[in-house]
């Protein structure tokens, strides 16, 4: 029972780590399998550039936009 407790924890601390976690084992002829994955909340980049000279002198035209993605 122990070890399975630690089985548990190391997949947690794997889970926290790298935002998936895998956890598998028998139960008499039956194969158990259960995954879990976490991503966290993304920011869309807007257009910082009217065109491809300000792109070119590195000129914000709209710094921080994030309402254009296209």
Known sequence: ??????????KLICFLDKGWSKLS???G???????AAYAPK???IGKWYDNGASAARGV???P???SDNL
Not at 29 to 35: E, I, K, Q
């Open 1 to 10: 029972m122990f070890s399975v407790v630690i089985k548990i924890m190391e």
């Open 60 to 62: 914000y035209d709209h």
């Open 29 to 35: 002829p039956v194969s158990l399998t259960a995954g």
């Open 64 to 66: 921080g936009a994030k």
């Open 42 to 44: 993304q920011q869309a």
């Open 25 to 27: 084992g028998t139960a």
